[in-house]
Every structure is written in C-alpha cells, then in structure tokens.
C-alpha cells in the first residue's frame, strides 16, 4: 500500500510548498507581504468589506472530537505540515465504514465530513484540523481551521484540491495500511 502514497507526493512536493507559502502570507505581514493598506479615512464604499476579514468559527469542532477516530492510533501525517504533530482522522459516523474501505470508484455522500486534526506529538494539545465537507454537486470544500475551530481557509483552497486530486479515490486518500 506504499507505491501510491510515494507517486502523489513526489508530485505534490511543489504543492506542499504551495500551502506553507499561503499560510505564512495570510497571517502574518513581512517585508515581502506587507500588511493590507489602512482604509481608515477612505469614503464607506471603497472600505474593505468587514465581512471577509471578520473572525469566524467552525460550527462543527466538538461535535466532530465526540466522533471515534478511524485511525486506531495517531500518526505522522506525509501531506500536511506534520511539524512536531501527529494526526488522526474523523469521519461523520454513516461514512466511516466506506471510508475505512475505501477504494477506486468510491464515492462519499453528501453531507460528509472528513477531517485529519494535529495534536502536539509531546503533549497531545490539539493543532490545526484539516476539513472536508462534503457539498451537493458532489465537489468537495476544503478548511483549515484552529484548534478552536476559527477558520484560516475555506472555499476551493487550490493547494488542497490540487494535491487531493491525486489520492485514491474521491480525492480521498484513506486509511494507510498498518493505521
Ligand atoms: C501535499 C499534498 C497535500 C496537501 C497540500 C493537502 N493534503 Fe490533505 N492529505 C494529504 C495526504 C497524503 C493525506 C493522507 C494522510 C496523511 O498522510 O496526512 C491527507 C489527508 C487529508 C484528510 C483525511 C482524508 C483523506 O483520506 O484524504 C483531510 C480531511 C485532508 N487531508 C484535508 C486537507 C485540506 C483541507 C488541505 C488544505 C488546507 C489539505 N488536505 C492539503 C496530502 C495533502
């Protein structure tokens, strides 16, 4: 069960770099990223839209940390920035069986939540989750979330589409053998 995970992130190394890349730039200015220009004093209508720099939460967080883990034990992630984590898969309950089979050909319902959240590797604190929401249409929304569930990224987030893309089957990778 080795030969494809190596293939996807032979390809995906560049993708990786992609995602490291997008989040240093949406935390935090640098000299390279300067910080967005100031609006204050501008007329109302060319103000940045409140909206879209607003704080927001990930509705689903606890309910999700309620759900039994697929992965019998954490493991080192190969796709994510594993850092000094470790990860664990979620699905939502009704999916969980043809997600633990997953195979070429396998499709996951709509409404379906598939995460893989961090936890420190030392202290079992948890990190950064990565989401995947199930839409109708059958496309997936991909969100990077805080451990508290504030959402850093959502949406068609290119580097995770682009490197999902690759993975067994509905953009899924699945459970590694041995896990
Ligand atoms: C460089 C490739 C790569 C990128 C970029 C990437 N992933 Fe992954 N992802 C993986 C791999 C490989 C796995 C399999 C488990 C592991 O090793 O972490 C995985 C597992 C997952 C899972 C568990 C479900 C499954 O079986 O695939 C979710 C959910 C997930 N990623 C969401 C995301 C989200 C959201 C993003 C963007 C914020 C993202 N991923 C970016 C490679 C990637």
Avoid at 61 to 82: N, Y
Wanted: charged content about 20%; glycine content about 12%.
């Amino acid at each position: 069960m080795q030969g494809w995970y190596h293939g996807a992130l032979g390809r995906a190394a560049s993708a990786l770099l992609a995602t490291l890349g997008l989040y240093a730039c949406a935390t935090r200015p640098s000299p390279g990223n300067p910080a967005p220009p100031d609006h204050r004093g501008e007329p109302a209508e060319k103000a940045i839209d409140e909206s879209s720099s607003r704080t927001r939460y990930w509705a689903r967080m606890a309910e999700l940390r309620g759900w039994t883990p697929v992965t019998d034990e954490p493991f080192v992630s190969l796709g994510h920035p594993p850092g000094n984590h470790l990860a664990r898969i979620y699905v939502s309950p009704e999916a969980r069986e043809t997600y633990q089979n997953l195979q070429p050909g396998t499709t996951l319902p709509v409404g379906v939540v598939v995460a893989e959240l961090q936890q420190d590797a030392a202290t079992g604190r948890p990190g950064l989750g990565y989401v995947m929401t199930k839409q109708e249409g059958g496309r997936w929304e991909f969100m990077l979330v805080e451990a508290d569930g504030e959402i850093l990224e959502q949406g068609q987030v290119p580097p995770c589409a682009r490197c999902h893309a690759e993975a067994v089957a509905d953009s899924l990778f699945g459970v590694r053998a041995g896990e």
